[in-house]
């Protein structure tokens, strides 16, 4: 199955995932645009879910995490990322970010 991937962004415009993803040096965001590329061709074989998002594992530096959302069956949701040291904080961060996406949509007036 092949899946668009976008980037959620706030109100304001902003994207958490790029916020994080911007931090990142050249090798480390190679490899997570590798993920994204994997993720667009069907690949979720290293996604954990739980609590409603997903947990793309990269065994490489020091366990980088991409947190994603899964709405219906083509779209998936980029929220965030970390490493494994952080990982606690970035689930929480993630399912709060996931849950203003929910939100928002359910908010949005519907198409005619």
């Known amino acids: 199955m092949i899946y668009k991937v976008e980037e959620y962004l706030r109100e304001d415009?902003?994207?958490p995932y790029e916020e994080w993803f911007m931090g990142l040096d050249?090798?480390?965001a190679t490899k997570i645009?590798?993920?994204k590329l994997k993720m667009e061709q069907g690949n979720l074989s290293n996604v954990k879910w739980f609590g409603g998002i997903g947990e793309y594992r990269l065994d490489w530096g020091p366990?980088?995490?991409v947190y994603?959302?899964?709405d219906g069956d083509k779209l998936i949701i980029l929220l965030g990322g970390g490493?494994?040291?952080?990982q606690r904080k970035d689930i929480d961060k993630a399912e709060s970010i996931w849950k203003e996406y929910k939100e928002r949509?359910?908010?949005?007036?519907k198409k005619k």
Do not use: L
Not at 83 to 86: E, L, P, Q, R, V
């Open 13 to 15: 415009g902003t994207s």
């Open 26 to 28: 050249t090798i480390a």
């Open 33 to 35: 645009t590798i993920v």
């Open 63 to 65: 366990g980088y995490r």
């Open 68 to 70: 994603i959302g899964k």
């Open 83 to 86: 490493t494994k040291k952080g």
């Open 105 to 109: 949509k359910a908010n949005q007036p």
